[in-house]
């Protein structure tokens, strides 16, 4: 399976964008499919997560409440939307999947290429 990420953009503070994480097969219900994010300098981290057959959510504190991570499992597709984007939200974000739920980077095997998200002030 590989995956492709899109959707990211120049936005205001404040504002909202929808990624989307789209995979070129079936993602298998016992998957997990992650949203992670990696900033100039800093090291990748965990954003979100869903359990691909139940739909369990988990998200990284920082953006609880903000982000809504969900799944359309007929079209194979993952989406993070993102409201009341602030500039520490800027980075180029990656989706992945594993077979378990991890917050590293190391618990998920195939990765699709970033989509980067500019947050103006």
């Known amino acids: 399976v590989q995956l492709q990420a899109s959707g ?19 993602i298998f219900s016992s998957a997990v499919v992650g949203w992670f994010r990696q900033a100039p300098g800093k090291e990748r981290e ?13 998200y990284a504190d920082s953006v609880r409440g903000r982000f809504t ?30 077979s378990e739920y991890g917050t590293t980077p190391k618990a998920y095997k195939k990765w699709g290429q970033g989509t980067l998200v500019t947050v103006s002030s």
């Open 69 to 98: 991570i969900s799944r359309s499992s007929a079209e194979n597709v993952a989406y993070l939307q993102m409201n009341s984007l602030n500039s520490d939200d800027a980075a180029v974000y990656y989706c992945a999947t594993g």
């Open 46 to 58: 965990f954003v979100a997560a869903i359990r691909w057959g139940s739909g369990v959510r988990y």
């Open 8 to 26: 990211g953009g120049l936005v205001q503070a404040g504002g909202s964008l929808r990624l989307s994480c789209a995979a070129s097969g079936r």
